[in-house]
């Protein structure tokens, strides 16, 4: 796969996941994080991962169990897993499937806890699914020495193509949205996913 990956996070409902996959997403998140308004049951996230057939399903955590993680992947069948809290690297190293380990802004301290882990880079103090913005510039270090990012927290179909322009010429590993592409009741709006993936691909292209 080429160019920056759009992972649509926080799927509720199982057309919204087929609306994601038919506008060409690359990965979509599952919630099972506990008291969120997007966290899901075994049941509708297997419905979910039915109609996701051709992208990558991710599994999203925090702080959870051993227990909790391999009940989940046990029955949802997934390509990876996002921890969202404040999981150590042995963690990271434990499991057998590839990690997306989410860090608050551009913390040099943490990312380089998670050497050669793909890193998502949130709000530096509003965790996800809030949809608050920040300075997305400044992953640019990061990304300059290789890491492997993934740009989240506050973006929409009208800043993303803006926030990869601001990176020069640089692109990160993906970007990640939620909040940005939802309409009524957490439902994911497939105007808007439509209007962000176009978004991506633009910034994308006059990088």
Not at 4 to 17: E, F, L, M, S
Not at 170 to 191: C, I, N, Q, S
């Amino acid at each position: 796969m080429s160019g920056v990956r759009i992972k649509v996070c926080g799927i509720i409902h199982p057309d919204d996941a087929q609306a994601a996959v038919d506008a060409g997403v690359d990965l979509i998140g599952l919630n099972f994080v506990p008291g969120t308004p997007r966290c899901l049951d075994l049941r509708r996230a297997e419905a979910i991962a039915a109609k996701t057939a051709g992208v990558e399903r991710v599994a999203v955590f925090r702080n959870a169990s051993w227990e909790e993680i391999e009940r989940v992947i046990r029955r949802v069948e997934v390509e990876r897993v996002q921890l969202h809290g404040d999981e150590p690297p042995e963690d990271v190293e434990q499991l057998d499937l590839p990690v997306i380990k989410a860090v608050r802004g551009a913390d040099r301290e943490a990312v380089e806890r998670y050497p050669g882990t793909i890193l998502l880079l949130d709000h530096p103090t509003e965790g996800g699914g809030r949809g608050r913005a920040w300075n997305w510039s400044e992953a640019t270090p990061f990304i300059d020495e290789g890491h492997d990012v993934i740009l989240a927290g506050g973006l929409d179909p009208e800043n993303v193509g803006q926030v990869l322009a601001d990176l020069g010429d640089l692109l990160p590993w993906g970007v990640d949205v939620a909040t940005g592409v939802e309409g009524d009741a957490y439902r994911k709006d497939p105007a808007k996913i439509a209007a962000f993936i176009a978004a991506v691909r633009r910034g994308e292209a006059s990088t």
